[in-house]
């Protein structure tokens, strides 16, 4: 059991540390309804000097936002397939473990 927690740490160490957060979902959320009033105020084309200020701050708060999240995405991307391990949580790989080491017992017990 050490043995494939060790390993799964070496794995994941291998694979890079990004994972996607609540605050990169909330970040996305929070730029799609962003983009959604954005484009129902500029439909509406009625806009001062000022709320096109306001709009134009807002979007590049998002913009900048999502950046770095994408950066994120695209790191995650990147290992995703090269580490297949990762898709097992260690309990995944402790019970197989168990269920192979209770075959090799029933096993023994059969020939003994």
Do not use: F
């Amino acid at each position: 059991m050490a043995d494939t927690v060790e390993r799964a740490g070496r794995q994941r160490e291998k694979c890079g540390a990004a994972t996607i957060t609540k605050s990169h979902t909330d970040a996305v959320y929070d730029a799609v309804e962003m983009m959604r009033l954005a484009s129902d105020i500029l439909l509406d084309g009625n806009l001062s000097e000022k709320e096109c200020h306001r709009l134009s701050w807002l979007l590049g708060g998002h913009a900048r936002r999502l950046s770095n999240i994408i950066e994120t995405m695209e790191h995650v991307e990147e290992y995703q397939p090269q580490c297949p391990s990762d898709l097992l949580s260690i309990s995944d790989e402790v019970e197989a473990l168990e269920a192979r080491l209770a075959s090799i017992r029933r096993d023994a017990e059969r020939s003994a």
